[in-house]
């Protein structure tokens, strides 16, 4: 029996065996990413979230594209990305940087240093598929055709199930639209618990710094997982650990918990 979410249509310039890899230190997005992308088809999708093994395996088999995060602990994208371009072999690799960044001089920064491309985080899944698809065929040089706007995956998503009433449940738009949506969301909604106790930790210590990395994760992770109550809270906390300002950061923590505290998950994977 045919599954309606492993394939799409195959069509001029179609690539679905080209081996995507994907490397950032969020599980997270990493799940969201490969979640869309083998729903639309493709069927060799690698994730790595440890970026010192990034390397061993790009050598071992050069990707057709490469979907790479900028800020990770270890050795960061753009270290990634020297080796990469300094490679005869990986020259023309295509690499899009994946970054929650707002900062010009970072994107600036990457294409100095050869990235082919952005996404944004929160990564759309539209925005996803219809780069991955158009960098995959270009490549092969073939006509780029246009996808359906009624395609599932690249409709947007309705403003009824997409939005809440203030006090009600927060219910990610991933939620029963993928096989192991419900899965991805609860490893998220863990996750974001632990991260929250060491923000409180992080605050009680003043380690500004350590709350502004948490901020980029959670504007990056909740986006992308489908929870869009997120990112205002997380770029106020990002700019008040920045200014250091302790007393601003305490309310927005409270403001997280009690978000965290709506999430609704149960009966809801597929």
């Known amino acids: 029996m045919n599954d309606p979410h492993s394939r799409r249509d195959a069509g001029p310039g179609?690539?679905?065996?080209?081996?995507?890899?994907m490397?950032?230190?969020?599980?997270?997005?990493?799940?969201?990413?490969?979640?869309?992308?083998?729903?639309?088809?493709?069927?060799?999708?690698?994730?790595?979230?440890?970026?010192?093994?990034?390397?061993?395996r790009i050598e071992r088999e050069a990707p057709a594209i490469l979907l790479l995060?900028?800020?990770?602990?270890?050795?960061?994208?753009?270290?990634?990305?020297?080796?990469?371009?300094?490679?005869?072999?990986?020259?023309?690799?295509?690499?899009?940087?994946?970054?929650?960044?707002?900062?010009?001089?970072a994107k600036r920064s990457a294409l100095e240093h050869g990235a082919t491309d952005f996404l944004a985080k929160p990564v759309d899944p539209s925005e996803l598929l219809l780069r991955v698809r158009n960098i995959l065929t270009a490549t092969a040089g073939l006509p780029i055709q246009p996808r359906k706007h009624d395609d599932p995956i690249l409709a947007p998503a309705e403003a009824e199930g997409s939005t809440v009433r203030a006090e009600g449940p927060l219910r990610s738009r991933l939620l029963g639209s993928h096989p192991n949506s419900g899965t991805i969301v609860a490893a998220f909604a863990g996750r974001l618990r632990a991260r929250l106790a060491e923000m409180e930790s992080s605050l009680e210590s003043r380690a500004f710094e350590e709350l502004e990395e948490h901020a980029h994760w959670l504007r990056g992770a909740g986006g992308t997982v489908g929870f869009d109550e997120f990112t205002e809270p997380a770029d106020a906390l990002r700019m008040m650990a920045r200014n250091r300002k302790p007393d601003a950061i305490?309310?927005?923590l409270e403001t997280l918990n009690r978000l965290a505290d709506r999430i609704e998950i149960a009966g809801e994977d597929t």
């Open 14 to 21: 179609d690539r679905r065996d080209a081996l995507i890899l």
């Open 23 to 56: 490397v950032d230190d969020e599980p997270t997005t990493l799940e969201v990413m490969a979640l869309l992308l083998r729903a639309d088809g493709y069927r060799r999708v690698d994730c790595v979230s440890d970026s010192r093994l990034v390397l061993d």
């Open 69 to 105: 995060n900028l800020m990770m602990p270890h050795v960061d994208g753009l270290e990634l990305l020297d080796h990469i371009r300094g490679q005869e072999h990986l020259r023309n690799v295509p690499v899009v940087i994946v970054t929650g960044s707002t900062d010009p001089s």
């Open 250 to 252: 305490e309310p927005l």
